[in-house]
């Protein structure tokens, strides 16, 4: 019974199988790590979606793009915050007030960035992009 379920899932793409588990993060780690063909993806074409464990394309929103090269194994979440919150001194993006203001408030920012950070890794995570560190 059980295996003709899965069976009818399987076929109409509900779920997905392999035969050895995948080696996708159970959890952010505090430094996370990024598939390596996902960083060199971004690094090649900054403008480019990638691929997950599962060989399914991904659209990354520009926070992603952003932090996915720095996925490394090197740069700690907070370390992540502080290259985001660089990216947004630069102009590359802005954080803005539910009003559409722009964000200036200091500590406004640091809240906006740790939550698109934890947001963007968490979202990584699910779409098999991050790896259990080595």
Do not use: C, S
Not at 18 to 25: E, I, K
Not at 26 to 50: G, I, K, M, S, Y
Not at 104 to 129: F, I, K, M, S
Request: net charge negative.
């Amino acid at each position: 019974m059980i295996t003709q379920l899965m069976e009818v899932l399987v076929i109409r793409g509900a779920v997905n199988f392999r035969v050895q588990a995948l080696d996708v993060a159970p959890a952010v780690a505090e430094q996370p790590l990024a598939l390596a063909f996902a960083r060199a993806d971004l690094t090649l074409a900054p403008n480019a979606d990638t691929t997950n464990l599962w060989h399914q394309g991904v659209r990354l929103n520009i926070i992603e793009k952003i932090l996915l090269p720095k996925l490394d194994e090197n740069h700690t979440q907070e370390q992540l915050i502080a290259h985001i919150l660089q990216k947004e001194q630069q102009n590359t993006l802005e954080f803005k007030h539910k009003e559409g203001h722009r964000l200036t408030d200091p500590q406004a920012l640091q809240e906006a960035a740790a939550e698109h950070v934890g947001n963007a890794l968490r979202a990584l995570r699910y779409n098999a992009l991050l790896i259990n560190p080595r």
